[in-house]
């Protein structure tokens, strides 16, 4: 009797103790993941060695969502208007084989490589949600942008730097602007459909890349909510939709960091509440204004307020002793940065330039005035297809690496090594 006893209780230790040892067992796992992964504890960000680490980064703008001004365009300056004129000069079939090439040849290996050796140690990459999920095809997700981000998070592996995914251009529109190929208003946030789109495609990602440690976090909306006259009727959206776009990515992803930018182009941070999430990034972008310590004090007062990281994801644009002066002001506070942007047409104000081709001056007259409803006017202005084909052609080969310029002045600025 005595034994049946002991043998009875050792089965219900058994019994009662597996699924308690199992429970440890995948909590132990799951701390060994995190450790991994970039994350975030108060207000720094730490790398999985436990370091603190300040991002230092370019993003890869015009790459994966092309801006008509870095083209010289002042008309055709959305994705859309751009391939318009790209479609309109060179025509439909020449026009695919264009942007397979464009989107092959303006960021590469060599360009990681180099962003690397400039003493980088992070990347941005903006990109339209369209690339991935076309615009009147829900349904369908396009493997081929996919492996666009596949090849150039590869290559980051390769050099040590951190990726973040941006949003760049999302369904409906956050900004309505040229900045997210938008349709002249942030549609986002009035419409439940493209909110569900937007949280779809957040997960999706998320299910791609959700062990991948190269990638720091997902930027969830680049630049929401413009400051135009009434659109701060549309703040009380923004919060609750970041909620839930980070409840779905938690369901699938719990080690990723979240980044979340203000209102009123990621100026406007009276929209957050105390955070919802315990991986939180708050982002910000600066142009064109004061560059000195006082044009943060409202960040770093929310930083204080919440105990949160902050990171300058977008500033540039401007001459280099205003570049220098704001990121010395950005790394007295410990602030994270990214510089806008890392390639550009015949410009100083970022770290690589490419000339413009040959005949692009007539691209440039038939962009500004390419939506002209006089088509009698449009064809007396229309390029040669000859002309147009080798412009676009000698573009190709203009924006690769070796026969880019290298803007030291602009490096030197951004406390960054020189490369010769």
Request: glycine fraction near 6%; charged fraction near 25%.
């Amino acid at each position: 009797m005595i034994r049946k006893t002991i043998l009875l209780a050792s089965l219900l230790a058994v019994f009662i103790l597996c699924p308690l040892a199992a429970v440890q067992s995948a909590e132990k796992n799951i701390k060994k993941a995190e450790k991994k992964f970039v994350t975030v504890s108060g207000k720094d960000i730490i790398s999985p060695d436990g370091k603190k680490i300040l991002l230092r980064g370019v993003s890869l703008g015009n790459w994966l969502l092309p801006e008509g001004y870095m083209f010289k365009f002042e008309k055709a300056v959305s994705p859309r208007y751009i391939n318009e004129v790209v479609v309109e000069l060179i025509g439909p079939d020449e026009a695919i084989l264009f942007w397979d090439e464009y989107y092959n040849t303006y960021i590469t290996k060599d360009d990681i490589k180099l962003i690397k050796k400039m003493g980088c140690n992070s990347i941005r990459i903006p990109f339209n949600y369209r690339i991935l999920n076309p615009e009147n095809y829900p349904d369908v997700w396009r493997e081929q942008g996919f492996r666009l981000l596949d090849r150039v998070i590869g290559w980051a592996k390769e050099e040590g730097l951190y990726v973040i995914l941006d949003m760049h251009g999302a369904p409906g529109g956050q900004t309505g602007e040229n900045i997210d190929d938008g349709w002249s208003y942030p549609w986002l946030f009035v419409s439940r459909v493209s909110q569900d789109r937007t949280i779809k495609i957040w997960r999706k990602i998320a299910e791609r890349y959700k062990d991948n440690t190269t990638v720091l976090g997902y930027e969830l909306l680049n630049e929401p909510i413009p400051n135009f006259e009434g659109y701060d009727k549309l703040n009380p959206e923004l919060e609750p939709l970041y909620k839930r776009i980070t409840a779905s990515i938690r369901e699938i992803d719990k080690n990723h960091i979240i980044i979340l930018g203000g209102a009123q182009w990621n100026t406007n941070f009276t929209v957050f509440g105390k955070p919802f999430d315990n991986k939180l990034i708050y982002t910000f972008h600066h142009y064109w204004a004061d560059p000195s310590e006082a044009s943060l004090q409202k960040y770093l007062d929310f930083q204080k307020k919440y105990n949160v990281p902050l990171w300058l994801g977008e500033s540039g644009e401007n001459n280099n002793e205003w570049i220098e002066t704001y990121r010395k002001s950005l790394e007295r506070n410990q602030i994270s940065w990214c510089f806008w942007p890392y390639k550009k047409m015949d410009s100083e104000a970022g770290p690589v330039s490419f000339a413009p081709p040959a005949h692009w001056n007539e691209i440039i007259a038939y962009a500004d005035g390419f939506r002209n409803p006089d088509f009698a006017a449009k064809r007396k202005n229309r390029p040669s297809i000859e002309n147009s084909r080798e412009a676009f052609k000698g573009l190709l080969e203009n924006i690769k690496l070796k026969n880019c310029r290298v803007n030291e002045g602009y490096l030197k600025a951004l406390g960054l090594e020189p490369v010769k």
